[in-house]
């Protein structure tokens, strides 16, 4: 590649990619669940593992758009005013919530952060418990009928991780505002429509759907041409694939708007050859691991080309690095 030098894409075109490859995924679940309902609660379990790997890249992604999770860490340590913002911002329906506005804050961060990731363990362990409590019971397991209604807490919790996850997105989203001025603020707005749509159209709703809507307002006879007869749940699992399916095509086209073919987003479609991404080397100042400017040439080289970091004992820091001339995202340093 004409920017990093080597034959693997730009990390930023790959983590972008990432995001958009779990659609396709839960349409794969989608299909295979119309195929084999039998192996419903397996597809659950693939689509919450699916969800997690993706929202695992967010929080780095939003770290991107700030200019870096070193320049946010640094804009926060620093004395420059930064606009206040609301750490976490719940909207579900009428219901409006908002934590009181404050200065950004690296504690902040990190209590983002985690209730963005939270999604990644709360969703997987919910979906297989939904999964052992679906095959016992079609195995009529004796202690089944006590355990049935711990389904609707099941349910609720996976709403709440979910209401909490989107709550804290928004607040993320502020502070990129904030600390980044030059990030399009249409570009954020589709990245939150993005994540909405994938929690709550391809993950929650089809479920919802397919326990409240009666199957039979969507289905004739249960007898099939075989002389086999659908099941209740058969039928759900049916309409909950279908619901998917319908919240698959609303999610491509939000991540079609949030994530376009454009030079901020895949910078090595753009580069010409011509020599504009001209790299230039660039005097290391501060610390890639803590942020600090207590850096010091490491004696224990025999050449002097690194740093060490008196705050973090960081080693081997470069003293220069190579520093691209088209390296904007949404119109901000990546640094």
Not at 138 to 164: D, E, N, R, T
Not at 293 to 307: F, K, Y
Request: charge should be positive; proline fraction near 5%.
């Amino acid at each position: 590649q004409r920017l990093t030098g080597t034959a693997a894409p730009h990390p930023r075109a790959l983590l972008f990619v990432g995001l958009i490859l779990g659609i396709p995924g839960f349409v794969l679940t989608a299909v295979l669940g119309v195929l084999v309902p039998e192996l419903g609660p397996l597809w659950s379990l693939v689509e919450a593992f699916v969800l997690s790997q993706n929202f695992a890249r967010l929080p780095h992604l939003l770290f991107l758009l700030a200019g870096g999770r070193v320049r946010l860490y640094m804009r926060l340590q620093s004395g420059d005013e930064v606009q206040p913002v609301s750490w976490w911002k719940c909207k579900v329906a009428c219901i409006k919530y908002n934590t009181t506005p404050v200065r950004p804050q690296a504690r902040h961060v990190k209590w983002m952060r985690v209730l963005i990731l939270q999604l990644c363990v709360v969703q997987p362990l919910a979906a297989f418990l939904e999964a052992v409590l679906g095959w016992e019971f079609s195995l009529h397991a004796w202690w089944i009928k006590a355990a049935v209604k711990y389904h609707a807490c099941i349910m609720l919790g996976k709403f709440a991780s979910i209401i909490v996850g989107l709550g804290a997105c928004r607040g993320m989203i502020d502070l990129v505002c904030a600390l980044n001025p030059k990030a399009k603020q249409d570009r954020l707005a589709a990245i939150m429509a993005y994540c909405q749509a994938y929690l709550l159209g391809m993950n929650f709703l089809p479920r919802i759907l397919s326990i409240l809507l009666p199957a039979h307002y969507l289905w004739g006879s249960r007898v099939l041409t075989n002389g086999e007869e659908l099941t209740l749940i058969e039928r759900a699992r049916l309409q909950r694939a279908g619901f998917v399916l319908l919240g698959a095509l609303l999610c491509a086209k939000k991540a079609f708007r949030a994530f376009p073919v454009d030079e901020s987003h895949y910078p090595e479609f753009y580069a010409d050859d011509s020599g504009t991404a001209k790299a230039l080397l660039s005097d290391v100042r501060f610390c890639p691991f803590c942020a600090s400017d207590q850096l010091q040439i490491d004696d224990s080289e025999l050449e002097g080309q690194t740093l060490r970091c008196t705050i973090c004992s960081a080693s081997r820091i470069p003293r220069q690095l190579k520093e691209f001339s088209s390296r904007d995202v949404c119109h901000g340093s990546t640094a």
